[in-house]
Every structure is written in C-alpha cells, then in structure tokens.
C-alpha cells in the first residue's frame, strides 16, 4: 500500500523557519522523483520544490530560490523540505508528490494528505 505522509507543519511567525518531512511507503522511493507543492485557498496549487533520483537534481520556482531547500534521504524514503525566511504569503497546504519510476515511459503518481503551514505575527 503506497503511503506519503506529510508532518512539520506549523503556525510560524514572518521571519521563522520550518522543516517539512514526507515519509514514503509502498514504492521504491529511489526511483521516484519527488515535489512539493502547496495550495492556500481561492488559489491554485503550485510547485514548491522538486528533487529526482537518482542525481538530486533540485529545482525552484522563483517566489522561493533562495529561501527552500528540498533535500531527500533515500535509505529513511522520505523527503525534506527546509523553509526559511518565510512569509505571510507562504501560508498554505504543503502536499508531497511522488512521481515515477524514472525508467518507466508512464509514470505513477502518488500524494500525500498535507499539513498546514501559517506564517503569521
């Protein structure tokens, strides 16, 4: 049974930093690539983070370079991401994806249920 289960999210205050943390189950969690995305609400989702494997090749989107780090550690087969600096405007719902195996033409994907994370004073 494919399990992704998401934790670490908060109440923070502008400024502060969080770590999320994606356990994954149920697939060969090296083979997959994984993203955050997250979802505030009356908005649509967006890509926050993504690492694939092999290789860790990360990439961002530009409303948080500089300020997330997504960082995986395949023999626990979960998946981080570090927030710092955060703002007001980063509350949202956190979900990690899982998507692959790499090798395969159709990929699966996976989700996990979110954690909510508030930037707020």
């Known amino acids: 049974q494919v399990q992704l289960v998401e934790s670490g999210g908060d109440l923070v205050q502008p400024g502060g930093s969080l770590r999320l943390s994606c356990a994954a189950s149920?697939?060969?969690?090296?083979?997959?690539?994984m993203t955050w995305y997250r979802q505030a609400p009356g908005k649509e989702r967006e890509l926050v983070a993504t690492?694939?494997?092999?290789?860790?090749?990360?990439n961002y989107p530009d409303s948080v370079k500089g300020r997330f780090t997504i960082s995986r550690d395949n023999a626990k087969n979960t998946v981080y991401l570090q927030m710092n600096s955060l703002k007001p405007e980063d509350t949202a719902v956190y979900s990690c994806?899982?998507?692959?195996?790499?090798?395969?033409?159709?990929?699966?994907?996976?989700w996990g249920q979110g954690t909510q994370v508030t930037v707020s004073s």
């Open positions: 690492i694939i494997s092999p290789g860790g090749t990360t």
């Open positions: 994806n899982a998507r692959g195996p790499y090798y395969n033409r159709v990929k699966n994907d996976y």
């Open positions: 149920g697939f060969t969690f090296s083979y997959y690539a």
